[in-house]
């Protein structure tokens, strides 16, 4: 993550080091998901930005603040 501006307004640019398929958000938190399983969180309130590797992803939904990912060996 690496500041790309300066002023009274900053952008940021999030790496997930492979090409994002969705971006959507969860409460306070951005979601990217890759479908080779790769999948970014941003949370917007500690300015944190994670990245984890887990079995590729075939599908996702949220609810409410819950994120639900379900994985092509069958796990959600």
Not at 22 to 43: M, Y
Not at 45 to 67: E, M
Request: hydrophobic share 45%.
């Amino acid at each position: 993550m690496a500041p790309m501006g300066a002023g009274p307004r900053r952008r940021w640019s999030l790496n997930l080091g492979v090409p994002a398929e969705a971006l959507f958000f969860v409460g306070n938190q951005l979601i990217a998901t890759s479908p080779g399983g790769t999948i970014g969180v941003w949370n917007a309130v500690t300015k944190h930005w994670q990245v984890q590797d887990v079995v590729p992803i075939t599908s996702y939904d949220a609810a409410g603040t819950f994120l639900l990912l379900g994985c092509s060996n069958g796990s959600i």
